[in-house]
C-alpha cells in the first residue's frame, strides 16, 4: 500500500513494495557498516560496551565520593587535605598498568575526588 504522503503528491517515488535490498540508511549510519553480520555484532558488542560505561562511571562517582570522605575526615581531624606519597602510589599503579594514558586517568581520578588544585 503506498503512503498518504506519495498518493497524495503522485510524483514521489513509491516506498511501500520494493524488494528488501539490504540495510536501510539509518542502520547503516548506526553501526557503520552496510554489512549486516558485521552490522548485528557490532550491536551485540556495544551493548557489553554500554553496560561497561554504566559500571565504569558508577565506580568513578563511588571512588569520588570516597576520596572526598577521607579527605573530610582528615581534614576534620587537623590533618592535610592531601597525602602526595599516597597520590603518587596511586599515578605508578595506573602508568605500570596502563602506561602514559594511565597516569593521565590517574591524574583526572584523583581531581574527582579532591577537586582542582
Ligand atoms: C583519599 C585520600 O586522600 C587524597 C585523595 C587520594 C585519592 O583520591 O586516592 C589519595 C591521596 C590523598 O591526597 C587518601 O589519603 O587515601
Redesign the pocket.
Known sequence: MMTDVAEQSGSLARNDDRADTGPTAAATARTGTGDSAAAERIVEIRERIDEIDRTIIALWQE?AA??QE??AT?LASGGT????S??RE?LERFRQALGADGTQLALL??R???GPL
Open positions: 571512588r570516597l576520596s577521607v579527605g582528615r587535605r592531601l597525602v602526595l599516597r597520590e596511586i581520578l584523583l574527582a575526588g579532591r
